[in-house]
């Protein structure tokens, strides 16, 4: 029996400032929003749009969903492996 696998999930990982944000947030329905919006983000990691800007550094990218109230700033690694978040709202 052979065994299908997707794609491989890229990794998360956050800004100093991403994750100062991130201990601030207490509410159960904000880290629910996030949490989602994180796999969402780590299984396509190309879904957020380019921020237009600088092309000296990492291409900074933002992925917002209305339902759930929440916007990402993050880049991706070259090789797609590993998602820097940036910036949280929610």
């Known amino acids: 029996m052979s065994s299908q696998h997707g794609r491989r999930r890229a990794r998360i990982a956050f800004s100093d400032s ?14 629910h929003a996030l949490d989602r919006a994180l ?14 800007g600088s092309t000296a ?18 880049w991706i690694t070259a090789l797609k492996t590993v998602v820097v978040v940036a ?3 929610v």
Request: glycine share 4%.
């Open 18 to 31: 991403a994750a100062k944000q991130l201990e601030n947030i207490t509410s159960e329905a904000e880290l």
């Open 39 to 52: 796999v969402v983000v780590s299984v396509d990691p190309d879904i957020g749009e380019p921020i237009p």
């Open 57 to 74: 550094g990492p291409q900074l990218r933002e992925y917002a969903d209305e339902l759930e109230r929440i916007r990402l700033l993050y």
């Open 87 to 89: 910036y949280i709202e």
